[in-house]
């Protein structure tokens, strides 16, 4: 007895059909949908925040011992090398960093941009 691809199809749709009935969709559970998150850190690891006048922030991170630091600020990143003569000033032609605790200042050319800026504790 030979059977034909139609009548093949026709007999093997109840067992496909059934089949769709029982597939279940996999439970998803994301912590954002439920409310249960934490908010990650943006500080770089390492680094020590500092705020300044007029709200604005950044972060410092020590490099080769303290003879370079990184800054991070909300919108670039880059690096400067300590100057030779002044233990507490690091430069990169362009931009110069002044670390005199308690207050600390950044300058942009000859433009003082960031003043007053205190480290701060992070959580």
Same mark, same amino acid.
């Given at each position: 007895m030979k @059977? +034909? #691809?139609k009548q093949l199809i026709l007999l093997s749709m109840p #067992? @496909?059909? +059934? +089949?769709?009935?029982?597939?279940? /969709?996999p439970e998803v559970n994301l912590p954002m949908l439920n409310g249960d998150y934490r908010e990650l +850190?943006?500080?770089p690891l390492g680094a020590s925040l500092y705020k300044c006048e007029k709200n604005k922030k950044f972060y410092i991170k020590a490099l080769e011992g303290g003879k370079? /630091?990184? /800054?991070?600020?909300?919108?670039?990143? #880059?690096? @400067?090398? =300590?100057v030779d003569a002044l233990k507490n000033t690091y430069t990169n032609e362009s931009t110069t960093l002044e670390i005199n605790d308690p207050e600390t200042s950044i300058k942009e050319g000859d433009v003082l941009t960031y003043q007053k800026c205190q480290i =701060?504790? @992070?959580k």
């Open positions: @059977l +034909s #691809f #067992f @496909l059909i +059934s +089949s769709c009935g029982s597939v279940k /969709m +850190s943006t500080a370079e /630091m990184w /800054m991070t600020f909300p919108d670039r990143e #880059f690096g @400067l090398k =300590q =701060q504790k @992070l």
